[in-house]
């Protein structure tokens, strides 16, 4: 499988430093995304409304639509996650980022080849 790189685009007006910070820490604890390993993960960038972040990682087996989409709302799960969220609550917070759209959600995919896509995070409309 070709290496995958993903650009996230966290807009400010919905998401906290403190959260993308606490995304970044959680995804290079465990190097690996969806069980698919991290290459790299990178904030590199911020300009005055977007927070960037750059992850590339190897795909163990192809990645459908589908699932890229389940795994946009994974991230966005534990963007909007609270640090101090039990195991319990968060399953309860899966569950109600998985139930929504993409639409409902904020997030916006743009795919620029098999490899490589930006994903924008406009903000939280649902998840909670």
């Known amino acids: ?25 959680y995804l290079g604890q465990r190097q690996n995304f969806g069980g698919f390993p ?7 960038g911020d300009s005055n409304e977007i927070r960037f972040v750059t992850m590339v990682f190897d795909p ?8 890229q989409e389940e795994m ?9 996650r609270p640090a101090d969220n039990t195991e319990e609550a968060d399953m ?12 409902d959600l904020g997030i916006e995919f743009h795919r620029y080849d ?5 994903i924008n995070y406009w903000g939280q409309k649902k998840a909670n």
């Open 38 to 44: 991290l290459v790299s993960l990178t904030q590199d």
């Open 92 to 103: 309860r917070l899966y569950g109600r980022v998985m139930s929504h759209s993409l639409e």
């Open 114 to 118: 098999a490899n490589t896509m930006d």
């Open 72 to 80: 946009a709302k994974f991230i966005l799960m534990h963007a909007i």
């Open 1 to 25: 499988m070709n290496r995958q790189t993903w650009h996230f685009l966290f807009y400010k007006s919905g998401f906290t430093k403190e959260q993308i910070d606490q995304l970044l820490a």
């Open 60 to 67: 163990l087996s192809e990645i459908i639509p589908s699932v």
